[in-house]
């Protein structure tokens, strides 16, 4: 998958891709196909930059479809809105 080096994989739920970091926070998506002729990698590539490090401990995850990641971040490096959370946004739309 990685001629130049890798770390901190995460299967996607049904083992057809694998994603990792390259060593410069890179998040990586390779298609891997095994059968009975052996185990292959299909088709690599970047998802996009992160400032992630697996070096230090555990920074991601990734839905079971491979779809959506879940990332850990240190809010002094990135610039983001707040996060609003709504609960029971289905009433909500029951009242329009």
């Not at 130049?4 to 083992?15: H, I, L, Y």
């Not at 694998?18 to 998040?27: A, H, P």
């Not at 930059?49 to 990641?69: K, M, N, P, Q």
Request: net charge negative; glycine share 10%; hydrophobic share 45%.
């Amino acid at each position: 998958m990685s001629t130049a080096g890798g770390e901190g994989p995460q299967w996607r739920g049904d083992g057809r891709e694998i994603f990792y970091l390259q060593l410069d926070g890179t998040l990586m998506a390779a298609q891997v196909e095994a059968g009975a002729s052996g185990f292959a990698v299909r088709r690599v590539q970047p998802l996009f930059r992160t400032s992630l490090s697996a070096i230090t401990g555990w920074t991601y995850d990734v839905s079971a479809d491979g779809e959506r990641f879940l990332m850990t971040s240190n809010l002094d490096d990135v610039s983001v809105a707040p996060l609003h959370l709504v609960f029971d946004w289905t009433a909500l739309l029951e009242q329009r």
